[in-house]
DNA sequence: CCCGCAAGAATGGTATACCAAAATTGAAAG
DNA sequence: CTTTCAATTTTGGTATACCATTCTTGCGGG
């Protein structure tokens, strides 16, 4: 999630993707939290640039949907319902089981091993690492699983709904719960594309969604009970 | 394609949206080829606004894939290489299968009624309406199955895919030689909807995407063609 | 005490001025 | 005639001024 810039590829640094990284980041943190608003002028003092770069910023996140733009309103943080990340998730879910597939078909061994050894450092960093350290590291796993797709376009759009998603997973995971299930998800699939096995790295990839589904309903449950206790 | 607004949703008009679907419009139709430079000014000129809004106008582009942004250079008309389309067709050929197996499931009857009228009326005017209107027709039908899975995220990303794909689809298309096929199809996908036979309607899809594929690769190597004699 | 509403403040949208980087041009050297 | 390279022009990026709309606020009537 660090490096993520505002288009195609990477490697610009311009000060719009930038601020958007910035703002990106205090978003998913929750310094801007849920439903903000982010006003141009305070924004743009705040950051030390002009009301300009800002709206790029924020347009790139708009194109990501962590922010929501109102006509003639400020833009304000995007908070989805659970039926909107059900729906991302069961979009998501069926992206990953392309790119699952497709790399089982097309990964170079290089690559099987840039993944094996990406799951390794989630899996020895899961309990000591900072916890946003471990979700960008748990992304760039799942993403290097899809570039071993060699698809640019499924890429593209599954980086975006990771994007999407990072928030609420990162909200609603339960460390020490899931770790077990999240790991060994993490290992079948790094042994399924070693394998070349479709059919397996489906089941675990699958199973990894089912958990990450779980996750989040209960989030949101508790969201709900606290908001009424 | 008419009205494609910039963000969510739909129905606001807001004038770099209005910008948009202009330039949007002049790309997919040839006005500006693929290649051609977007400079701020000139555009600016031209359509009687100041570059600020233009400058929203092509960031909405960007993000729909139609135009490249550069940094410090001209934005240019997009103008995507075989193995890019191919790799976008294989992504939406798996949001329509989704789609369709989600329709099958969740569509009222109203929405199957009205992906049947949409049908018929691709089907009355394929020959006669001007070949832009039949297109925007075929993207209704087809958007509107998308729909029937009350799925907003895939509804969204497929939507945009569509619009991606819109001018080289346009461009490929065999008008004569694949109509039986195309519309074929349609009656096929439309049947096993109102039958909600998900097995059906896979195999419709993804006929019509075989389809749609070998068009647009017929239609590479005859401009490869065309470019060497 | 509450509601309606008008005046002022705040805010997003647009136009424009200015800057720095890139493209262009043209003259001088070979 | 070709090639270099520096001066000029062009262009995207940023800052800022201005406008239209929306939001606040507080006064007055009920």
Redesign the interface.
């Known amino acids: 999630m660090t490096g993520t810039t ?3 590829e990477d490697a ?1 640094r ?1 000060i719009p993707a930038a601020i958007a990284d910035r703002l990106r980041r205090e978003i998913l943190t929750g310094i801007l939290p849920a439903g903000a608003q982010i006003k141009e002028r305070d924004n743009a003092d705040r950051l030390g640039i002009s009301r300009t770069p800002l709206r ?1 910023a924020v ?1 790139i996140l ?2 990501e949907g962590l922010v ?2 109102r ?1 003639l309103r400020s833009p304000i943080v995007a908070a989805p319902d659970l ?2 990340v059900r ?2 998730i ?2 998501l879910r ?2 990953e089981l ?1 790119s699952g597939e497709l790399a089982c078909q097309k990964a170079s061994d290089a690559e099987i091993t840039h993944v094996r050894d990406l799951a390794r450092q989630v899996e020895t960093d899961y309990y000591t690492a900072d916890k946003v350290d471990v979700f960008d590291m748990d992304m760039a796993m799942h993403s290097a699983i899809v570039a071993a797709s060699h ?4 890429t593209r ?1 599954h980086r975006e ?1 990771l994007q999407r998603l990072w928030r609420i997973r990162f909200m609603s995971a339960r460390r020490r719960d899931d770790a077990n299930r999240t790991l060994g998800d993490h290992a079948g699939m790094v042994q399924a594309l070693a394998d070349r096995d479709e059919a397996a790295i489906r089941r675990h990839i699958d199973n990894h969604m089912n958990g990450m589904l779980a996750n989040i309903e209960a989030h949101f449950r508790n969201e709900a009970k606290a908001a009424k206790g």
Do not use: C, G
């Open positions: 505002s288009d195609q610009d311009t790029e347009r708009a194109k929501t733009l006509p039926n909107e729906d991302e069961a979009v069926m992206l392309m698809n640019a376009a499924l759009t709904y």
